[in-house]
C-alpha cells in the first residue's frame, strides 16, 4: 500500500487531527455567540497547511478568515469557498495594492501611508474599496493611534473611497486575563468605535475569546486555540491537534564518565542506556531543548542528554525496560505524554513558536474523525 511504505519511510511523523480542529472551532463559536468566530491561519494555518485546515473550518462555517501576507491570500482563496471574506492583517506592501483588490481581499489598513495608498487606488477606480481599520488600543505593534483614527472618522471624503468593513484591534496580554491593560485596551477602543458606529468590530484573538462577553464584539479572530493550544485549561477543555514521532535510530550502552553529543556538554554519572532520536534544531526541536527537554515512551520520561543536534538528539532510556524500545521504533515528542505548552516551557518559548517550526521534514497524516485523509511524505510542500 502506497501510503503505508510513506509512513514507514520517515524518520518523523506529524500527525495532525482535523476532527479536533472543527471541534475546537466549534468551541469557541459557541463561547463567543452571538459574535461570529473567524479563523486566524496566517503563517500555512501556524504551520500545519491552509489549503487542509481552511477548508474544514469553512465546512464549519467559517467565513471570516486573517491570514498576514497576500502570498497567504492567494492560497487560502484557492482552497475555501468565494463567499469567505479573506483579511490581511499587515495590510498592503507598496506596490501591490492593485493585486490585492483585483483578487477582492480585504486589507488591514494599519498606518497612514497603506491608507493613503488605498485612499490613491479608489481614486483611480472611482468607487470606494473595502478595507478593515486597525486601532492601536495600546500595544504599539500595528494601527493607528486614536486621535489619527477620530481625524479620519470625521473626513468627508473617506467614504467616497474606503469602505469600512471592520474596525479592529489586538490585545497585548490577552494570555493574562487578570491584566488590567486588557480592560483599558477596551476602554480605548470602544471610545473610538464610537466614532464608527455602524462598522463591525473585532478585538478578540484565541485569549481574548476567554476573556467577559464585551471583548467578543462581532468577530473573533482566534488563531493558535484552533490548533489545540489550551490556553485557559480550567474553562476550554479544547482538544490537541497535533502528535509527533521520531525514530529511534541507534541504541548503546555508556560507561560511566563518558560524554554526550557536541561539546560533550552531558557526563554520564553512572552506566547509562542512550538512543539517539532522528529529529533535531533542523526540524523544528529546539536546540534550547539541550539537557531539559524529554521523549516519551509508554508514559515513561526519557530526558534529553547533551545537545539537540541538526538532525538527531540523544536521550536517556535507562528507566525503560531493556526490550521496550529497539531501533527502528518510534519515540513520542507531542502527545498524550507530552503537549506543545511542556515542550515551549522546556524550550523557554511559546508553544506558537514550537507549533510554527514544525517544518515538512516530518511525513504529515492528516486524520479526521473517521480516518486518514491525506499522507504526505517528508520534504513534500505542505
Ligand atoms: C496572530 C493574530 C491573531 C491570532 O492570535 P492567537 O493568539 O493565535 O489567537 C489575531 N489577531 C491578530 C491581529 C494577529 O496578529
Redesign the pocket.
Known sequence: MKHQNITEACSSRLRIHLGAIRANYQAIAARVAPARSGA?V?ANA?GLGVVRVAPALYREGCRHF?V?QLNEAVTLARAIGADATIFI?NGIDPGSEADCAERGFIP?LNSHSQITRWRELARTKGKPLPAAL?IDSGMSR?GLPPADAIALAQDPDLPREIDLTLL?T?LAC??EPEHPANRAQLDAFDAIRAHFPTVPASIA?????FLPGDFHCDIA??????YG?DLAPDVAGLRPVVELEARVVQIRDINAGIGVGYGLTYRAPAPRRLATIAIGYADGWPRSLSGVGAAWHRSVRLPIVGRVSMDSMTVDISALPTDALAEGNFVELLGPAQSLADVARDAGTIA?EILTQLGPRHARIIVDDDGVLEFTAPGERI
Open positions: 486566524v496566517k501556524y486573517f498576514a492583517l488591514v486597525q500595528l479592529m489586538h490577552s494570555d484573538n484565541s485569549g481574548g475569546t479572530r482566534p488563531g493558535v486555540a484552533l493550544v506558537y
